[in-house]
Nanobody, 122 residues
Framework: VQLQASGGGLVQAGGSLRLSCAASGRTFSGYTMGWFRQAPGKEREFVAAITWDSGDTYYANSVKGRFTISRDNAKYTVDLQMNSLKPEDTAVYYC????????????????WGQGTLVTVSS
């Protein structure tokens, strides 16, 4: 499966952005989808994930209550709605895919998009 993330940009603290990841290739509905982010000088970290049937979602504590992940299997897309953004949310955001249950380790996601930059100004 090929992934392409979009929707990043510059936003003020407290604002919102919606990221989208478009998938192509193999059957999208069979994959658990995740969002990760990498800030300058830091490791890539888990943000959120959703199972193939949207039956389960999981969030990092740092974004819980502010971010919402969703997917549309008919459109082959997975979105990340980000509200109440903080400067510490500044990072390159990546979407990723794996077969199986939700995992928070980046090492078990074999498929990755190219990343989209989110910058939150204070």
């Amino acid at each position: 499966v090929q992934l392409q993330a979009s929707g990043g940009g510059l936003v003020q603290a407290g604002g919102s952005l919606r990221l989208s990841c478009a998938a192509s290739g193999r059957t999208f509905s069979g994959y658990t989808m995740g969002w990760f982010r990498q800030a300058p000088g830091k490791e890539r970290e888990f943000v959120a994930a959703i199972t193939w049937d949207s039956g389960d979602t999981y969030y990092a504590n740092s974004v819980k209550g502010r971010f919402t992940i969703s997917r549309d299997n008919a459109k082959y897309t997975v979105d990340l709605q980000m509200n109440s953004l903080k400067p510490e949310d500044t990072a390159v955001y990546y979407c990723a895919a794996r077969v199986g249950f939700i995992k928070t380790s980046k090492d078990v996601y074999p498929y990755w998009g190219q990343g989209t930059l989110v910058t939150v100004s204070s």
